[in-house]
């Protein structure tokens, strides 16, 4: 695929991703107790938004890896690690140091959390992206849980070069696409097994487990099945789509169209499938959100939207666009702006309206507006102004998998 074409149906499920996430945490402050019956199966789903984390995870190892396997099909070089380093940090640094900072501080003013050095650790572990390695810094702030989820793919944007650089010292894989599409399937089953080893080698105790602890505690409740190299595997499987949709060429057809339409629709179903089992829907070897069956519906739509006649462009529409645009400051923000709403207006979303429903929805709308609105100008005023110096750094085009930021 020519860089200066745009992905096909990229910016679909950038968009679709952080909507299901703020549909997520939005669903988890409807009272669940007090909803009419007819409604308790769509309320269930919603709070299976959390899937959004996984298309991320799928998305973001699509659109990386485009460079590395263009490099290594065509026998050449492996790309410039300081550009690719440049790039990643300029998208996503900016946007997550500026909301940590703004949680952190809110911590301590509209939460009211004493400024303990637990609490300091926590902050400056998430500065440096290695606050994924251990529960007690799993989160973080207090007030944005979300940003859990930006060091551990910091985490795959590392291991990812790490993986094909593995690649590009066999001499045999380069120039012979289908093998080296073997190989990185052997890395995925190399990161599975290591995913393996760390639940068995890692378990955690039971003192303080569990949401009614606080953060801290759900962190000691996710782990080790939420550790970064078992959402590498989901990662991954995005690169190796990668890898297989470069292969495609300049082929479309309606036949991609029809896949495109079976593989969403296969996700979706995977999606609303998961009420009645655990809120995480963790899924082979306790992989979160369905894995691998979620992930590799998502991989699959993305390479046949990628060369669908039709569906892709029709998906990727301008609002979709904008959205998928501003997608990380919806993303960081969101728990920010909902916090802030609880705490201001304690009777919001519902708590103390007599019809739930009807409050819990003037409330989303609310906080959907402000989120949208402080979106923009995260994208506007802090995260476009560092993409542009990242590009200007990295002026090379060569290395760039799409023209648009990933």
């Known amino acids: 695929m020519r860089q200066q074409e745009r992905l096909a149906g990229a910016d679909f499920l950038r968009a679709t991703a952080c909507l299901l996430v703020l549909a997520h945490h939005l669903a988890l402050r409807l009272d669940m107790r007090r909803i009419p019956d007819e409604l308790g199966t769509t309320a269930q789903i919603l709070r299976f938004g ?11 190892g699509f659109l990386l890896a485009h460079p590395f396997w ?3 099909d065509g026998g050449g070089e492996m790309p410039s690690l300081r550009h690719y380093t440049i790039r990643r940090a300029a998208r996503i640094a900016p946007g997550f140091w500026v909301a940590a900072t703004v949680s952190f501080v809110l911590s301590l003013t509209l939460l009211a959390l004493p400024l303990t050095p637990e609490l300091t650790l926590r902050y ?8 994924q390695w251990h529960w007690r810094t799993f989160f973080p702030v207090e007030a944005d849980g979300p940003l859990w989820s930006i060091p551990f793919e910091v985490t795959s944007y590392v291991l990812l070069p790490v993986c094909f650089l593995l690649l590009f010292r066999l001499p045999l894989l380069r120039q012979r696409p289908l093998l080296a599409r073997f190989a990185w399937l052997c890395v995925v089953a190399g990161v599975v097994l290591a995913h393996l080893l760390i639940l068995t080698i890692f378990p955690l105790d039971d003192i303080g487990r569990g949401w009614q602890y606080g953060l801290q505690g759900g962190a000691k409740e996710w782990m080790p099945r939420y550790n970064p190299i078992g959402f590498f595997a989901v990662f991954a499987l995005g690169a190796l789509a990668a890898g297989i949709e470069i292969m495609l060429r300049r082929r479309s057809s309606f036949w991609f169209d029809a896949a495109a339409l079976l593989t969403l629709a296969v996700a979706g179903y995977r999606l609303v499938i998961s009420p009645g089992g655990t809120p995480e829907a963790y899924g082979w070897l306790d992989i979160p959100y369905g894995f691998p069956v979620f992930p ?3 991989a699959t739509a993305l390479v046949s939207l990628c060369h669908s006649q039709r ?3 029709l998906l990727d529409n301008a609002p979709v666009r904008y959205i998928a645009k501003i997608s990380f400051g919806i993303y960081v923000w969101q728990e920010i702006i909902l916090i802030s709403i609880q705490r201001l207006d304690p009777g919001s979303f519902g708590v103390s309206s007599e019809n739930v429903v009807t409050g819990w929805l ?8 402000l989120v949208l609105l402080v979106a923009s100008l995260s994208y506007h005023l802090l995260e476009k102004p560092a993409i542009d110096l990242g590009n200007r750094l990295t002026s090379c085009p060569s290395d760039r998998a799409t023209p648009f930021k990933v």
Request: charged share 5%; with cysteine; glycine share 12%.
């Open 362 to 369: 003037q409330s989303c709308g609310l906080a959907a507006a």
């Open 311 to 313: 569906l892709g462009r």
């Open 124 to 131: 400056v572990s998430g500065l440096l992206f290695m606050s």
């Open 50 to 60: 959390n899937f959004g984390v996984a298309i991320f995870f799928v998305l973001s």
């Open 296 to 298: 590799l519906a998502i």
């Open 70 to 72: 263009r490099a290594l």
